[in-house]
């Protein structure tokens, strides 16, 4: 089981999956899941292939986070970080592959990281929007929507826009499996 602290004021709002997507309003909401057991053994290892799916709205752009899954404790250990970086590309990993598909147009975004044997690989609307080497440092216990999780335990780089449909696997998706997700 997991635990999940739900710290955003505005809520749920129209989503692109289902009916609702999870609002952030960029000052102090975040979505906190303890993944102790639930997540904990997935991309564990540095030849664990993982990936993260989720929708995306925004009109937001620069060193702002909408996901961190890392360990608190102030060692940079660190599955997956997704970010808005200022030119509205997205962050993959905090700084390890940049993307060049621009995402803070206030239209629905799919954005998929894949972690494949020694590579990650970023994907936008079901594109290839950058690749890279994986991080190495793997260890997490949490996930943050919405924020990133400093070495201190602090957050900051509040998100503001939509998360809808976030998932994760314990494997590498395949392109097909993607642009499915995508559809």
Request: glycine residues 12%; aromatic residues 10%; hydrophobic residues 25%.
């Amino acid at each position: 089981s997991h635990s999940v602290t739900d710290n955003t004021s505005a809520g749920f709002v129209s989503g692109k999956v289902g009916s609702e997507a999870k609002d952030f309003d960029g000052s102090d909401d975040f979505i906190q899941i303890d993944t102790q057991s639930t997540f904990s053994s997935i991309g564990s290892s540095s030849t664990d292939d993982y990936t993260y799916s989720m929708w995306i709205k925004t009109n937001d752009g620069g060193n702002n986070w909408f996901i961190s899954d890392r360990v608190p404790s102030g060692t940079k250990n660190r599955r997956c970080e997704l970010g808005i970086n200022s030119d509205g590309s997205i962050d993959y990993n905090w700084g390890r592959v940049d993307g060049s598909t621009t995402v803070n147009n206030e239209i629905w975004h799919h954005v998929v990281l894949v972690v494949r044997g020694t590579n990650e690989y970023g994907y936008v609307d079901g594109n290839l929007d950058g690749s890279g080497s994986r991080p190495s440092d793997v260890s997490n216990t949490e996930i943050f929507m919405g924020s990133h999780l400093n070495d201190d335990g602090s957050l900051s780089g509040f998100f503001s826009g939509q998360i809808d449909d976030l998932r994760i696997y314990d494997r590498a998706l395949s392109r097909p499996e993607i642009e499915a997700l995508y559809q």
